[in-house]
């Protein structure tokens, strides 16, 4: 039986006359992502049609999700917010604190001991607030999320970037800040800019080595790392409905990597043979009583440019295994010569040393069987593999059924490291190198979803590719990066040529799934007892102080840092050794932006010191301009803020005193924690003026006092030589998130609402 079936009983019973009020409203057919939204306003009933990509709309979301690392931080915030239980289902995931190393039961011993405080800290909160609660080594909070509350035509937002994983379920599922989730988890609503839609439409069908991975491989080599901001991208046509869900999950999680607000399907025969498999038969008997609700209407399927903002058209038939990266996920390789060429002419190491498989993206039973047909033909056609394995279950319930029906055994027979079901490599938590920074150059492969510069093992000259299982598999065995499993021979043990067949698997366990422990607690009923502890003297943990709001008169601002080209949340505040600080601000922000290239020499974490013309890291640096009350600016490029969820990006800047942020472009959830965190995110109106920053600049705001919605800023930036220019910036805040801004924070807002 599903977990909060009442609650899911309630949306459906509200679907039918809401969605038909929507469509009259708008006037026209709808798209699944637009039944979902105007079923899910706050206001209930729809009166109005929005503006795609103009509207801020206030929704309420039927759930939250929250993974280890982010969760300190929301929880931390929500303990102020002076709320005796969360108003809507909660959960937290512990799966980002577990470093792989030495294999699953090693690994998880050492997390549990080294992070005890913090996994008793978030059990404790959850027991408190009415938060369920899985274990380390439960799983991947994706993953399980997918087994166990994901529902199609619901709304469910998660402090993870890949919250979005949940739409191959017919869910809209988005990744915000903490900030974002304390409102919901308060009882307030949650807002969102209206998003616009893409549609892409997959005719033909997926046949041998190509894999659900391949077809958003291909999507964002067609709109890039930033062409999905703002958008949905909703599925749809043959080649979607003869997917199986956790393909569809694939392909949604990785939308992530588009800039998507998220991406979903429509519910299908699929979703419902899923739903059953995992024990949710109630909620797929309840999903057809609306099922012609829970998918877009057909009109808007037979003619999709006239209710889509852009349609995609991919013939799954004629896709062929593809490779992304290294460092970006969008640059795109068809396996084999092409490779071959191109990573000699980029002088790529055209050897692989590790092949990686599973994370939040392809940990799926399906994925894991259809992976161990490439592994068993490497034993029967005696091949010697040339990479290292490393495979990551996605779930106690994947890992205990997979290793019921033989499959981890089989990668156990190639050597393979069976790490424990979490995270892992995928965001940086492997202990590979002892010095990754001086780490030899190298490529790997992996079925994960980024793969920007030292993502996975802090290694800057570690080539990271993406590929699905299957064919991640097939070249761990052949070890080669151009190597093409459906025309390239290998050479046995016999000295004999073999060639791998096409990969087999189940879309869902023939013996259907089983699991012995969960992992899962529930919390009390009233948890008005129970006693969160934080020490004063804690290293991980540190109870939140509100932040003093900046003001409407900034002037004498100096110039933190300008970086140079990508800047990612990875590179804005590292991951990997800094996860253990997640919980802690203070200490966190002692990576803040250390990652960031700056423009004016090259360098990482070497800025200018304005106040003693010394150079030194960025923290300290900002520390300096703490102490003597100077606030401080940073200026970006495009796409600022790319990658994870995490408010830290947002929470240590804000901490050390940066009162604003000025760019090109941001990405979404970047710049919602910005504005979170009563800072400034703004644009510069003439990208152009990017170029006018010098590195003794100081800044005087204008006219923030006129801080208004849809009215430009003014900033007159003042230059060492004295000369000055005067730079014209644009901002995205309405009437409330300005009074975040006037508040000092969001939280500080509901704090004193709930006074």
Same mark, same amino acid.
């Given at each position: 039986?599903?977990?909060?079936?009442?609650?899911?009983?309630?949306?459906?019973?509200?679907?039918?006359?809401?969605?038909?009020?929507?469509?009259?409203?708008?006037?026209?057919?709808?798209?699944?992502?637009?039944?979902?939204?105007?079923?899910?306003?706050?206001?209930?009933?729809?009166?109005? &049609?929005?503006?795609?990509?103009?509207?801020?709309?206030?929704?309420?979301?039927?759930?939250?999700?929250?993974?280890?690392?982010?969760?300190?931080?929301?929880?931390?915030?929500?303990?102020?917010?002076?709320?005796?239980?969360?108003?809507?289902?909660? /959960?937290?995931?512990?799966?980002?604190?577990?470093?792989?190393?030495?294999?699953?039961? =090693?690994?998880?011993?050492?997390?549990?001991?080294?992070?005890?405080?913090?996994?008793?800290?978030?059990?404790?909160?959850?027991?408190?607030?009415?938060?369920?609660?899985?274990? @380390?080594?439960?799983?991947?909070?994706?993953?399980?999320?997918?087994?166990?509350?994901?529902?199609?035509?619901?709304?469910?937002?998660?402090?993870?970037? *890949?919250?979005?994983?949940?739409?191959?379920?017919?869910?809209? %599922?988005?990744?915000?800040?903490?900030?974002?989730?304390?409102?919901?988890?308060?009882?307030?609503?949650?807002?969102?800019?209206?998003?616009?839609?893409?549609?892409?439409?997959?005719?033909?069908?997926?046949?041998?080595? /190509? %894999?659900?991975?391949?077809?958003?491989?291909?999507?964002?080599?067609?709109?890039?790392?930033?062409?999905?901001?703002?958008?949905?991208?909703?599925?749809?046509?043959?080649?979607?409905?003869?997917?199986?869900?956790?393909?569809?999950?694939?392909?949604?999680?990785?939308?992530?990597?588009?800039?998507?607000?998220?991406?979903?399907?429509?519910?299908?025969?699929?979703?419902?043979?899923?739903?059953?498999?995992?024990?949710?038969?109630?909620?797929?008997?309840?999903?057809?009583?609306?099922?012609?609700?829970?998918?877009?209407?057909?009109?808007?399927?037979?003619?999709?440019?006239?209710?889509?903002?852009?349609?995609?058209?991919?013939?799954?038939?004629?896709?062929?295994?593809?490779?992304?990266?290294?460092?970006?996920?969008?640059?795109?390789?068809? %396996?084999?010569?092409?490779?071959?060429?191109?990573?000699?002419?980029?002088?790529?190491?055209?050897?692989?040393?590790?092949?990686?498989?599973?994370?939040?993206?392809?940990? #799926?039973?399906?994925?894991?069987?259809?992976?161990?047909?490439?592994?068993?033909?490497?034993?029967?056609?005696?091949?010697?593999?040339?990479?290292?394995?490393?495979?990551?279950?996605?779930?106690?319930?994947?890992?205990? /059924?997979?290793?019921?029906?033989?499959?981890?055994?089989?990668?156990?027979?190639?050597?393979?490291?069976?790490? /424990?079901?979490?995270?892992?490599?995928?965001?940086?938590?492997? %202990?590979?190198?002892?010095?990754?920074?001086?780490?030899? =150059?190298?490529?790997?492969?992996? #079925?994960?979803?980024?793969?920007?510069?030292?993502?996975?093992?802090?290694?800057?000259?570690?080539?990271?590719?993406?590929?699905?299982?299957?064919?991640?598999?097939?070249?761990?065995?052949?070890?080669?990066?151009?190597?093409? @499993?459906?025309?390239?021979?290998?050479?046995?043990?016999?000295?004999?040529?073999?060639?791998?067949?096409?990969?087999?698997?189940?879309?869902?366990?023939? =013996?259907?799934?089983?699991? =012995?422990?969960?992992?899962?607690?529930?919390?009390?009923?009233?948890?008005?007892?129970?006693?969160?502890?934080?020490?004063?003297?804690?290293?991980?943990?540190?109870?939140?102080?509100?932040?003093? @709001?900046?003001?409407?008169?900034?002037?004498?601002?100096?110039?933190?840092?300008?970086?140079?080209?990508?800047?990612?949340?990875?590179?804005?505040?590292?991951?990997?050794?800094?996860?253990?600080?997640?919980?802690?601000?203070?200490?966190?922000?002692?990576?803040?932006?250390?990652?960031?290239?700056?423009?004016?020499?090259?360098?990482?974490?070497?800025?200018?010191?304005?106040?003693?013309?010394?150079?030194?890291?960025?923290?300290?640096?900002?520390?300096?301009?703490?102490?003597?009350?100077?606030?401080?600016?940073?200026?970006?490029?495009?796409?600022?803020?790319?990658?994870?969820?995490?408010?830290?990006?947002?929470?240590?800047?804000?901490?050390?005193?940066?009162?604003?942020?000025?760019?090109?472009?941001?990405?979404?959830? *970047?710049?919602?924690?910005?504005?979170?965190?009563?800072?400034?995110?703004?644009?510069?109106?003439?990208?152009?003026?990017?170029?006018?920053?010098?590195?003794?600049?100081?800044?005087?705001?204008?006219?923030?006092?006129?801080? &208004?919605?849809?009215?430009?800023?003014?900033?007159?930036?003042?230059?060492?030589?004295?000369?000055?220019?005067?730079?014209?910036?644009?901002?995205?805040?309405?009437?409330?998130?300005?009074?975040?801004?006037?508040?000092?924070?969001?939280?500080?807002?509901?704090?004193?609402?709930?006074?």
């Amino acid at each position: 039986m599903a977990f909060d079936i009442d609650m899911i009983k309630k949306v459906y019973s509200q679907m039918v006359e809401r969605v038909d009020a929507a469509r009259e409203v708008v006037g026209k057919p709808l798209t699944l992502s637009e039944k979902i939204l105007y079923n899910h306003l706050w206001d209930g009933t729809p009166k109005t &049609a929005f503006t795609r990509g103009k509207d801020y709309v206030d929704f309420a979301p039927d759930r939250i999700a929250c993974q280890d690392a982010t969760a300190q931080m929301a929880l931390l915030q929500f303990m102020q917010a002076g709320k005796d239980k969360v108003a809507v289902p909660t /959960t937290v995931h512990c799966d980002h604190l577990i470093q792989a190393k030495d294999g699953a039961e =090693k690994d998880l011993k050492h997390a549990n001991n080294v992070s005890k405080e913090v996994f008793e800290f978030l059990e404790s909160v959850s027991n408190k607030y009415g938060i369920g609660f899985w274990k @380390p080594g439960a799983g991947i909070i994706h993953q399980v999320v997918l087994e166990n509350y994901a529902f199609p035509g619901g709304m469910m937002i998660g402090t993870d970037s *890949h919250t979005v994983n949940a739409g191959g379920l017919g869910m809209v %599922a988005i990744g915000v800040g903490g900030a974002d989730a304390v409102d919901v988890m308060a009882g307030m609503a949650w807002e969102l800019k209206f998003p616009k839609l893409i549609g892409v439409k997959l005719t033909g069908k997926l046949s041998g080595w /190509t %894999a659900p991975k391949d077809v958003i491989l291909k999507v964002a080599e067609i709109l890039t790392v930033k062409g999905g901001t703002g958008a949905i991208v909703e599925y749809f046509g043959p080649g979607a409905t003869s997917m199986s869900c956790t393909g569809k999950g694939t392909i949604c999680n990785m939308g992530a990597e588009i800039g998507a607000t998220t991406s979903t399907f429509g519910y299908d025969d699929s979703m419902e043979r899923y739903l059953r498999a995992t024990d949710r038969s109630d909620v797929a008997d309840a999903a057809n009583k609306v099922r012609e609700y829970l998918t877009a209407d057909p009109e808007v399927y037979a003619n999709p440019e006239q209710y889509f903002d852009q349609v995609i058209e991919i013939n799954l038939s004629e896709l062929n295994p593809l490779l992304n990266g290294p460092f970006t996920p969008d640059l795109s390789t068809p %396996a084999g010569k092409e490779m071959t060429k191109k990573a000699t002419d980029n002088d790529w190491p055209l050897q692989v040393e590790w092949g990686l498989i599973g994370s939040c993206t392809n940990s #799926s039973y399906e994925d894991l069987s259809r992976a161990s047909s490439i592994a068993q033909q490497a034993l029967d056609k005696k091949l010697k593999t040339k990479a290292e394995f490393g495979i990551n279950p996605g779930s106690e319930q994947v890992r205990y /059924t997979t290793e019921r029906d033989g499959i981890l055994e089989i990668f156990e027979k190639l050597d393979a490291t069976i790490f /424990t079901n979490a995270c892992g490599p995928c965001i940086g938590q492997w %202990a590979r190198y002892s010095d990754p920074k001086n780490a030899p =150059k190298n490529s790997i492969v992996h #079925s994960f979803n980024r793969n920007f510069a030292k993502r996975a093992d802090g290694n800057p000259n570690t080539h990271a590719f993406v590929a699905s299982p299957e064919l991640t598999a097939a070249i761990a065995i052949a070890g080669r990066l151009d190597f093409n @499993p459906m025309t390239d021979k290998l050479i046995n043990e016999d000295g004999e040529e073999v060639m791998l067949d096409e990969p087999t698997g189940w879309e869902l366990p023939p =013996k259907g799934f089983e699991v =012995k422990e969960n992992g899962y607690l529930e919390p009390r009923e009233d948890g008005s007892s129970v006693v969160v502890k934080v020490t004063e003297d804690s290293e991980r943990l540190q109870l939140l102080t509100p932040f003093t @709001p900046i003001g409407d008169s900034i002037t004498g601002a100096k110039l933190l840092i300008k970086a140079f080209g990508k800047c990612t949340t990875d590179h804005i505040s590292m991951a990997g050794p800094w996860l253990r600080f997640r919980g802690h601000l203070d200490n966190i922000s002692n990576n803040c932006l250390i990652g960031a290239v700056n423009a004016y020499n090259k360098k990482t974490n070497f800025v200018k010191n304005q106040l003693t013309g010394e150079y030194g890291g960025v923290p300290d640096t900002q520390r300096e301009y703490k102490k003597e009350g100077v606030w401080t600016v940073v200026v970006g490029d495009h796409n600022y803020g790319e990658g994870s969820s995490r408010e830290h990006a947002a929470m240590e800047p804000r901490h050390l005193g940066v009162a604003a942020v000025i760019v090109k472009s941001f990405a979404r959830i *970047h710049e919602t924690n910005l504005k979170k965190q009563g800072m400034l995110g703004l644009t510069f109106d003439n990208e152009a003026d990017y170029d006018l920053i010098q590195e003794d600049d100081t800044f005087n705001f204008l006219d923030l006092n006129e801080f &208004a919605p849809n009215k430009p800023l003014h900033i007159e930036v003042v230059h060492s030589d004295g000369s000055k220019d005067t730079i014209k910036v644009n901002h995205t805040y309405n009437e409330a998130q300005i009074e975040w801004y006037k508040a000092g924070s969001a939280l500080n807002l509901i704090a004193a609402q709930n006074a």
